[in-house]
């Protein structure tokens, strides 16, 4: 039986879809060879390049973010290369995992999963491999286990300053529409994004910005590959087609998704983000909980992950809220499973949701016997009243 | 421009539509003359009933809840027929200038903005009329602009004590759904309602429910009509069908939305409503501000009316909410305007998003500059944290 | 069980919803009294008067059709008084009906089902009419029970041949938005509307287009009313906003529909019209069956009525046609019952559901055992092709 | 600007996708780690399989059916394995250019756009590989380029015939849900299929349907893949969720799809499909036109590609349907390119759409200047006519 009202939910994605959104992808289906399909493939691919700040291409599959992943490793390095990664969560190590099935080799450049990427651990790693064999720089700008986000152009300055030529990849599937991304002005060769996150869409379609250097690549390197091979798809995208039939529906609802993106405005995106994330932090604070993430210059604008005290399940807690509540909030991956939850506060998203779902926490510790301070929610309202008087929103 | 995230409708009505009832009204239309609408209009009468919890009948109109006061009146009162009715507020004073229009005229027993029907000063005003020249008695059963419900089965006790033949006619547009109503065990003659508050559809539906008393006055009383006309719609309705093009669409969604109240369990529909009305109540004590209903046993299950602060504007307040936290909240009405503010907590809604809703006014009261005691969010947080412990929901 | 495909809906309205139309019905409720419902509210008042080729005043009430004529005459005569009236069909009787129950005086001019109506005969009534006691003079624009659309602009031209004040009140229920009707032009004081048929909504709304001069009668004159009273809704209107809550879905959705209509053109509108019902004029010629209405220069572009062959029930065949081809056609009405069926071409409609159409009558003469000449879709066929290539559409 | 009245989109594939379908995939987004995820993806998984008949796996990707041919081929084959294809078409020939790519050797049994495979050809080959170096024989089971479906089970006897081991793989992306697929009697190894043809959904979704033995050859062989590995996602489809995000909508959609078919019962919509074929072929016939397939045991269920008349451009003749009568058809796909239409009968299809279809096509040649006899619509007409008398349907 459905619940009454509405379901609060609060993972770090997929995030709520707007209705708007949802209706566009009601559409009844077009031919995807006709000419109005045409206009919409060229407009979506055209705006696409607005959201990831590129004037190179973007590809869109029809797949999930995993998909896209496989697609930049397909694509531009060959079996046997080397790719420096740098787990910084679960979603790094799955990226590692994923370079090892494809026949590559993962060397993995430090690992923290309380922080973003430090810079200088890269930087000591290239500078040693003088003979450049490291064929990419794998990194994930929105650790989507932890809620750490890693300052993408300090990697870059990191590669350059170490001369190294490596490709620098980067997996922005809970980072893109959320947190800034500028490919084009950080020199990033891949970009790896999904559509279930700050795109605000239903899962189901996944993406490669590709620069130039990473194109070159293509055309020599690369392990066998057809579905996820960027040649064709390129070439069709000149005319707004795609090789083989496109997820239709969902290309409708991207289509509106980026229209309601830039209608706000991306700064404006990113800020609502922010201090929606700001709101979070302090009522986590204010419970007396630990951020997942240690490192304030790290902490991300899409989710918050939580440590439970000690000898508290995280998916009890989880559970508690689910079933008193009616919120879905992200559990712990792996290393941390049971230990963390995670609270999404990206997509189409706003105050009262978030004030919303910070209840829900707080009632949830209380009916789950968690220890914690009260205050968070009060807290959090504090700051948004603070701010939201400044118009900024 | 579309704000970013779900609008907060707090309104008292039209409340929040769910998703699946929206999409029920979206479906094609089909031939109001098919089996297949007999079908569903078989379907749909039938269920309402169990709404009404009444045997008798229940007459749907194309129309706004306006209308179906009409209709009560048209087709039971004749011209120069007194009928006695009591000021709880807006509502009930429109319906004693709707029955001036119709050229009835309206006795009023009462007049308290502040809490239900004094069943007492019915009472006595009946047995005054020994002459029985009142012939119905229109009470609000949730009165909409002050939070104040009417306790009904006092009323019918009230007129059984006085021995009083005039019919008991019943304005449940804000109750049904939401609050209980027992049509035929509480002896109500006829009950008017909406479809955009408990029945959570969208505006456009109206009903009479009619008792035998009623229809029996129906057949040889009456006011010119034809549209508000029972009889053919009765007569029609014997086999599901209507006698001028009935609102299609909209009865595709009440059928959806009957299914989800008794899905749910009507018990169950009014404990949800009755334990987010406390915590709304026990935050506005907590703020320090007065509830516009000050009899606890009137206490709406619907919505809450707050008082402002003396010298500050009710409505300043709405706008900055509006503006700031993107939810509306109803406006105080007539005597009451600008005074006070309603908070909507009807139809499909839980406790999350009362919980955000509660966090708008907070805020909103920070931002506005309204004076007040922190700790509303919070003392309602405890409550249904406590509440929800048990299971009840 | 749903059967496999899109049913056929082709009544003479409710016409297929166009699926934007339905998607904007299906959007999440508003405030109606909040300033996006105000800037609603006023676009499409104003869009309204495009469609009603008017500058004055258009009125929206939540009502089938039959409360849009009880308005224009509550609002505009009182008891006692006569209205000219003119039988083209049941509908035309129906409003005469409609005129008793509400004590006012029909006087039919003439009575013919089989045409539209004729204008010398009114301007022979009026003429008798020396006392001015006729205050309005009441036609069905297109007659939905006989496909007979009556020329407006000979009856207004006869009433001022006659020299007679009264007022012109036109049911367009079924002619708005697909036969051409020029309010103002035409000098009509009140045009009755609804929503289902060329304006492409499901059923919910009705519309009175009120000119200077009903304006002016319904500030002296007038049947007690309060429901469809002029006054109050047109005061609200003036910002936008409705007096009782309007049907705010119906409204997303009918500000939709204008703009599509605007979008192709009132006159491509009428032209597609006009074309469609000649091609199905075409096949009826062709079956050797006979069209109900015999006078070429009423044919109506919205439906067209076909009378069986003697001895052939009508109904029998509409319901071969349904459990066969899953499509519903119009049943005679009245004096026509069982005699004739319709068959609608109106709203969102084009060739090739148009052809899907005759075939399926074509198909079921032949299952049903009806008397028919082949060639009927053909001959559409011929002629639609023929004028394609005209590229007039 | 969109046209008035319904798109028909009579491509073999995309097919329309039901309202309800629709409705089903616009639902909001929910947690595809939650237990009600779990309960749908449990229920999806087992109804999948009786669309395939199978008792064994059925693996849902969210990609193109492209996708899910690459899928059957990585997981099952190794690179420099021999795999026997037959050209049926554009789409069998495009399963051999995939195997190429992977580092596998296409051995091409036999060519003919013009029919089904010929089992007689598949034998002959497979007796000569002694050796048994072809380890898996590829077919199309409906060829969407020519509408030739080649009888499975005679494929299936031929290999035992010819006591070959190889792996049986079918391509049936257009089959599955149109024409009768039984992979457990046929011992079929590997179905692939897509969500966009017979099963009525947007695209987006493919399918791998996995017997015994191809899930055995799947652990010790193969190619290195990741996205695609079938034993990850069997694993996770034990409780109903999958290893990476699922396109939750689509399969919402998916759901519901499958709940129509199975409630329509899987023998009445291969009925339907069979008689919507006749009619057209019946309608190509009377045009004097020729059908690309010229083996009527191969006569496909789904599709009809029609052969222009020397001389006349097939995409001139398109394109005059698309801008008169907003219809789309099909094009020729390589060898055929303009030589081939195609009109699609699959699907959410009925007779009445059907009739539209071809008097589209009709009209269209009229209007094109493309040499034709007439009757093609009067010859299908009166075939459904006759057959829809006996009930069939």
Redesign the interface.
């Known amino acids: 039986?459905?619940?009454?009202?509405?379901?609060?939910?609060q993972?770090p994605?997929?995030s709520?879809?707007?209705?708007?959104v949802?209706?566009a992808?009601?559409?009844?289906?077009?031919?995807?060879?006709?000419p109005e399909f045409g206009a919409l493939g060229t407009r979506v691919l055209g705006n696409l390049k607005k959201i990831f700040k590129t004037e190179h291409h973007v590809v869109i599959?029809?797949?999930?973010?995993?998909?896209a992943w496989?697609a930049a490793m397909c694509n531009t390095l060959s079996?046997g290369d080397k790719v420096l990664t740098y787990e910084t969560g679960h979603f790094a190590s799955l990226w590692a995992k994923?370079a090892n099935?494809?026949?590559l080799v993962p060397v993995m450049a430090g690992e923290n999963w309380r922080a973003g990427a430090d810079p200088d651990i890269i930087e000591a790693q290239l500078r040693k491999d003088t003979g450049h064999e490291i064929k990419a720089v794998c990194v994930v700008h929105n650790e989507t286990s932890t809620g750490a986000t890693t300052r993408l152009k300090e990697v870059r300055d990191a590669m350059d300053a170490a001369g190294h030529p490596a490709l620098l990849m980067v997996d922005s599937i809970s980072g893109l529409g959320s947190a800034d991304l500028r490919m084009d002005e950080w020199e990033i060769d891949v970009v790896v994004a999904?559509s279930?996150k700050g795109l605000m869409l239903?899962?189901?379609l996944s993406f490669n910005a590709v620069g130039p250097k990473a194109l070159d690549y293509s055309k020599s390197a690369g392990?066998?590959?057809?579905?996820w091979d960027w040649s064709e798809m390129i070439a069709f995208n000149r005319t707004g087609y795609f090789?083989?039939?496109?997820?239709?529906?969902?290309l409708f609802g991207l289509d509106k998704a980026i229209d309601?993106l830039l209608?706000?405005g991306l700064d404006s995106?990113f800020a609502?983000h922010e201090r929606l994330a700001e709101a979070t932090r302090l009522a986590v604070q204010a419970w007396g909980l630990e951020n997942q993430c240690q490192s304030p210059k790290h902490f991300s604008p899409v989710l918050t992950a939580v440590l439970m005290p000690e000898g508290h399940s995280a998916d009890a807690f989880r559970r508690t809220v689910?079933e008193?509540?009616?919120?879905?909030l992200g559990?712990g991956l792996s290393k941390v499973a049971d230990k963390v939850f995670r609270i999404g506060h990206l997509g189409?998203?706003?105050?009262?949701?978030?004030?919303?779902?910070l209840?829900?926490c707080?009632?949830g510790f209380?009916?789950a016997g968690v220890p914690y301070q009260?205050?968070g929610?009060?807290t959090a309202?504090?700051y948004?009243?603070?701010t939201?008087?400044s118009g900024q929103?």
Chains 1, 2, 3, 4 share one sequence.
């Open positions: 039986m459905k619940k009454a009202g509405r379901h609060f939910l993972i994605g997929p709520p879809v707007p209705e708007a949802l209706a992808t009601a559409q009844q289906v077009i031919d995807h060879r006709s599959y029809p797949s999930s973010g995993t998909g496989e079996p994923l099935r494809l026949g999904g279930q239903p899962p189901g392990i066998r590959r057809s579905y090789p083989y039939t496109p997820a239709t529906n969902l309601m209608d706000e995106v609502r689910l008193n509540f009616d919120m879905s559990s189409d998203i706003n105050e009262l949701t978030l004030m919303g779902t209840a829900g707080e009632m209380e009916l009260r205050g929610v009060d309202m504090r948004l009243a603070q939201g008087a929103h």
